[in-house]
């Protein structure tokens, strides 16, 4: 996706519960930008985003 200024933007959806998971993946929910499940945001598409998206693959999907 991208927006007006020709940055790329990726959305993604917080669909598995944090609970039982470690205070790093915690972190990297709320980093994110996301207070609940079922939630998604929309962020701009860097190597700092994707990196987060690859440390939590079981509770987040990037969706097209």
Do not use: N
């Amino acid at each position: 996706m991208a927006d007006g200024q020709g940055k790329s933007r990726i959305r993604i959806e917080y669909y598995r519960s944090a609970i039982c998971t470690p205070e790093k993946h915690k972190k990297v929910v709320r980093g994110l930008g996301f207070t609940r499940l079922r939630q998604i945001v929309e962020r701009e598409d860097s190597p700092a985003v994707r990196g987060m998206v690859k440390v939590i693959p079981h509770l987040v999907r990037i969706l097209e």
